[in-house]
């Protein structure tokens, strides 16, 4: 996308996990793929950046301290209902009774962990971003 001066303004992802390392690779990824990406270690973290940062898309974790992906995910949609259509979920949880029905009812795409940069690249497309 370009802005009035003709400058590319990237589409921004909110990365989501409390694995450092990994929030960082999905990071140093999509940067490279021309996203700019913020990180946070827990849903609670991540709800004050949403508040005080536009983001594009949600890159988020289910199992979190703090402040789990699915409680994220319901608090998102009160302070900021428009990126619940573009909230992708990474997991190794996805058949979890506790996040499968949860998963099924909002019906937000889900990437496994792990995952390659072509799936999650897919994914953020498919959101619109």
């Not at 370009?2 to 921004?12: D, L």
């Not at 999509?30 to 270690?41: E, F, G, I, K, V």
């Not at 709800?47 to 994220?72: H, Q, R, S, W, Y």
């Not at 499968?100 to 940069?117: C, D, G, R």
């Amino acid at each position: 996308m370009e802005n009035r001066n003709g400058s590319y303004i990237s589409k921004h992802v909110l990365v989501v996990d409390d694995d450092l390392e990994l929030a960082l690779t999905f990071q140093a990824l999509l940067q490279a793929h021309n996203y700019r990406a913020s990180t946070a270690a827990n849903g609670a973290h991540a709800l004050k950046l949403i508040l005080n940062t536009e983001v594009d898309a949600i890159l988020c974790d289910l199992n979190m301290p703090e402040l789990a992906g699915d409680l994220f995910y319901s608090e998102v949609g009160r302070a900021r209902p428009r990126l619940l259509k573009r909230f992708i979920f990474v997991t190794a949880n996805a058949d979890n009774p506790l996040y499968e029905n949860f998963l099924k009812k909002v019906k937000a795409p889900v990437l496994s962990k792990p995952t390659s940069i072509d799936a999650l690249l897919e994914k953020l497309h498919s959101v619109g971003v």
